[in-house]
């Protein structure tokens, strides 16, 4: 469900926020005692970037005065101890658990955070600078000047596929610039099914930027639309990630715990998920069977999520992190189960499923065989329950008015502005289905609409008082998914393929138990070790006010012993607090594959292919066991 990518040597993008601007933000107060409870979070205080950092720093520092007040004198890394002079020693005969204990490290920071939450040992409170607009305020990263990014200058090249293919040399201003890996860019990349979104989205393809402070806490959750999501830290203490598998066993494995767990709650907010202000301990989702995995996500470093995967975690320690949402053509299938889920709660989609799906047959000669597969399943579907309710009611009285109301045409080449604004006044009034092909509505009202599923809940008038507005005219569905079908065909016979597409397809033939089980990369159990000690950093991100520093820092990026991408998802072998062990499947990370040349590009050449596995390795080589099918751009 969750992956962690490691850039290689010499990826050091300037931090772009302006540290020195009095421009306030928002936070949000969490009150850690009682996460468990599902309850609102209330407002914080208002900050600029410096005033935040300094109120973190000094929270952390109180922390560590209280906590760990033996911490500088009694470092202990890796079978060294440091003395009263600073030199340092082999194991002196003490008791180096003991030692351990004492210090603030990332380990027993996780333990102080689960006993607060869990047991409710003491009142934390907290503020949370999240979900701060990157188009009002600051990205992390430069903007764009080659009209990559949602916001930024435009200096396309006539030919635009000539500049979508342009990667600057890795390292300079230009690189940082136009990378795919620059978050506001990637939604846009080759590959990802959002650059048929032209309309801003707030944290889908404008990214959200995050002021952490220690304990700060991104609660359980999955996506909008069961989208990817990637989140860059850029500077300060480490996050710690947990995460759950993106199976349909899994994913509804983990609500099933929420559900007896909050068994009251959710009964007055049956999708208290989508409020993001609960968090259980791991603890409880294994006890129900729910696989758990961990991430200690460092400055630098990307973590990736799936579809449909649940995560959660929180800081170490002040910080700045950024996210957003992409898709690759395999989240199809997974964007219609979120589509559907949505309706059961009455839940409006961020954009509208099937436009998407449309949007995407019009530009389906960039698909390979397998997402075209996938492609002409989902208009299949979509398609014949459409035409099937549309049959449905006309036979029960509904009138066709298609010929007497001219109706603007749905525009399938792009998601734009004028687009997602009509599609708003299109949503069904029963369950917030965006309704794209046809709606129902009647005499009785001028404003409310019905999907064709809910027409009966639209009101109380009789049949023939109602009517269908159609935008989408049979003939022109049956011709999109006539040239998907062609064309997976052409793709299949170049690819020296024979499947089928006749038959009937479901959903969880995605999230079947027939699936591979997901491995550990090979490196995740190192790279846990070499860090499980590390202390927080409270260095400084930016001019602030003087605020003292009582201790040096051991988290610098030199922990760093190759020049390899890595790519990895944190085993949880044993406890890192009491309570907790993780199932794991760990590979002998001495065993690599052959070296080739490495050109500085954290993710393989191989294009993504809709349907495969997640798969999370670490590439010690440039050709990774089995490739990163997860990946779908380059540096």
């Not at 931090?15 to 009150?31: H, Y």
């Not at 690189?175 to 990349?189: G, Q, V």
């Not at 597969?373 to 009611?393: H, S």
């Not at 809940?457 to 005219?473: E, F, G, H, N, R």
Request: hydrophobic share 30%; charged share 25%.
């Amino acid at each position: 469900g969750i992956c962690k990518v490691v850039p290689p040597s010499g990826w050091k993008p300037p931090l772009c926020v302006d540290m020195n601007s009095a421009k306030e933000f928002e936070t949000k107060k969490q009150m850690l005692h009682r996460l468990q409870e599902g309850i609102a979070f209330d407002d914080g205080e208002d900050y600029c970037p410096s005033e935040y950092q300094k109120m973190a720093n000094e929270m952390a520092l109180l922390w560590k005065q209280k906590h760990y007040p033996n911490h500088d004198s009694t470092f202990v890394g890796s079978e060294v101890k440091e003395n009263k002079n600073h030199s340092f020693e082999k194991g002196s005969g003490k008791d180096i658990s003991k030692e351990t204990k004492e210090q603030m490290s990332t380990e027993n920071l996780e333990r102080d955070y689960w006993d607060i939450v869990e047991t409710q040992s003491c009142s934390v409170s907290v503020e949370y600078g999240n979900d701060i607009d990157t188009d009002d305020y600051w990205s992390g990263f430069p903007h764009s000047r080659r009209g990559r990014s949602k916001h930024g200058t435009s200096e396309l090249r006539k030919d635009e596929n000539d500049d979508l293919e342009y990667i600057p040399k890795f390292g300079t201003d230009e690189f940082y610039r136009e990378s795919w890996w620059n978050l506001n860019n990637i939604p846009s990349c080759p590959g990802s099914v959002l650059r048929h979104v032209k309309v801003g989205i707030n944290g889908i393809n404008v990214p959200w930027l995050y002021f952490g402070c220690l304990f700060s806490t991104f609660c359980w959750h999955n996506e909008d639309n069961y989208l990817y999501s990637i989140n860059y830290h850029h500077s300060g203490s480490p996050k710690q990630w947990y995460g759950v598998p993106g199976t349909r066993k899994d994913a509804e494995g983990l609500e099933k715990v929420f559900k007896n767990y909050l068994a009251m709650k959710m009964r007055e907010v049956p999708d208290l998920l989508h409020h993001i202000t609960t968090m259980i301990s791991p603890r409880l989702l294994q006890q129900g069977s729910v696989p758990v995995y961990k991430i200690l996500q460092n400055a630098g470093e990307f973590v990736i999520t799936f579809p449909r995967a649940y995560h959660g975690g929180f800081s170490m320690g002040p910080n700045i992190g950024e996210a957003v949402n992409f898709a690759t053509p395999d989240w199809i299938a997974h964007g219609a189960d979120a589509n559907e889920r949505y309706r059961t709660f009455s839940r409006p989609a961020v954009f509208s499923q099937d436009r998407l799906t449309f949007t995407l047959a019009n530009y389906v000669r960039e698909l390979n065989s397998d997402s075209c597969d996938l492609l002409v399943k989902e208009l299949q579907r979509v398609i014949e329950e459409e035409l099937r309710l549309r049959d449905v009611l006309f036979e029960a009285g509904v009138r066709d008015v298609s010929d007497q109301v001219n109706l603007p045409k749905n525009r399938l080449d792009r998601l734009d502005e004028a687009s997602a604004d009509y599609d708003d006044k299109r949503q069904c009034f029963t369950c917030k289905y965006i309704c794209f092909f046809s709606a129902v509505a009647c005499e009785c009202s001028q404003s409310r609409v019905s999907c064709l599923r809910h027409s009966h809940l639209l009101c109380q008038c009789p049949a023939d008082s109602k009517y269908l507005m159609i935008w989408t005219k049979p003939q022109e569905m049956s011709m999109n998914l006539e040239n998907a079908k062609s064309m997976f065909h052409m793709k299949r016979q170049q690819e020296n393929r024979c499947k089928f597409i006749d038959a009937p397809f479901h959903s969880s033939d995605l999230h079947g138990s027939n699936k591979k089980k997901i491995a550990t990369a090979p490196g995740a159990l190192k790279d846990w070790q070499m860090r499980k000690n590390d202390t927080v950093d409270l260095t400084p991100v930016g001019p602030i006010e003087s605020c003292p520093i009582l201790s040096d820092s051991i988290m610098s990026s030199g922990n760093r012993q190759d020049d390899q991408t890595r790519y990895l998802v944190q085993p949880v072998a044993q406890s890192s607090y009491d309570g907790l062990s993780v199932q794991t499947h760990v590979q002998d990370p001495t065993k690599t594959t052959s070296k080739e040349e490495h050109d500085g590009r954290p993710i393989s050449e191989s294009r993504y292919s809709g349907g495969k596995e997640m798969i999370s390795v670490e590439t010690l080589s440039s050709t990774p066991p089995g490739s990163l099918n997860a990946g779908i751009c380059q540096m």
